[in-house]
């Protein structure tokens, strides 16, 4: 296979993108559906806004810092980077609590999130795959049998293991049964923020470094300490919530 892989002269990288989000949407769609929701269609639709533009904010500016060494070279601030999953997820996250606060919502929105953003995220990193060396997100070199050529000798083909570290995140959500609202989107980030505290120390694509730890992994470790603080679920069961005279 030659890196970078393009369908019908298009990038696989905004093929399986666009296909993460329209799987993303769908999914969300069906878990509201099977599995209800604290909040009605009108508030989640708000949500969803603030989730997507906090998404989009957080993933660029966590991905400028990323390439902060660049700034001030002959490249435009504007196209340093690209967009990073840490960033979206958290900038999401607290696009959401702030659209919360202004909305006067006060129950856990986020658990009816986690499939979905699972899916998505998988989908999207076959894209980044396939994508090679462009996409920056590769690991080291590595002699093991499994390591991809992306055209510079064998690598760590850390999307792969991201697919499957989602994968084992979902399998044990699902297995585990979760009665506090909200603890399934607070256990589903922490696990994915410590994974990728781990994976990103043999990504061999790292322009600053702060330390020890990346930019990314920074952002990662203030996500795990708000989630186990401020972002902790209380002890409301989901049974409560459904019967809030109780």
């Known amino acids: 296979m030659e890196f970078p892989v393009y369908f019908w002269g298009i990038p696989a990288h905004l093929v399986f993108e666009i296909l993460g989000y329209v799987a993303g949407f769908a999914f ?14 009108e508030n989640r639709a ?14 660029r500016l966590l991905a400028l ?9 002959d490249i435009p601030i504007i196209f340093l980077g690209g967009k990073t999953i840490v960033g979206g997820l958290l900038g999401g996250t607290i696009g959401i609590e702030v659209a919360k606060k202004i909305m006067g919502v006060s129950v856990r929105t986020g658990d009816v999130y986690v499939t979905p953003l699972i899916i998505s995220m998988a989908i999207g990193r076959i894209g980044c ?3 090679g060396l462009p996409d920056a997100t590769y690991g080291y070199h590595t002699d093991f049998p499994w390591g ?10 850390t999307q792969l293991y991201g697919i499957l570290a ?13 009665p506090v609202t909200g603890q399934r989107f607070q256990t589903f980030m922490a696990l994915y923020l410590i994974w990728r505290i781990t994976v990103d120390s043999i990504k061999d694509t790292t322009t600053v470094e702060w330390l020890g730890l990346t930019p990314i992994q920074w952002a990662c470790v203030l996500g795990l300490l708000w989630f186990f603080t401020y972002g902790k679920p209380g002890e409301r069961s989901i049974e409560d919530d459904h019967h809030p005279n109780v």
């Open 28 to 41: 969300l769609m069906r878990e509201r559906r099977l599995h209800g929701d604290t909040v009605d269609s």
């Open 46 to 59: 708000w949500l969803i806004l603030a989730a997507l533009l906090g998404a989009l904010f957080g993933a």
């Open 65 to 73: 810092v990323e390439h902060s060494d660049e700034i001030g070279s």
């Open 129 to 131: 795959f396939l994508t």
């Open 148 to 157: 991809v050529d992306f055209g510079d000798g064998p690598r760590h083909p």
């Open 166 to 178: 989602l994968g084992s995140i979902w399998a044990f959500l699902e297995k585990w049964d979760t």
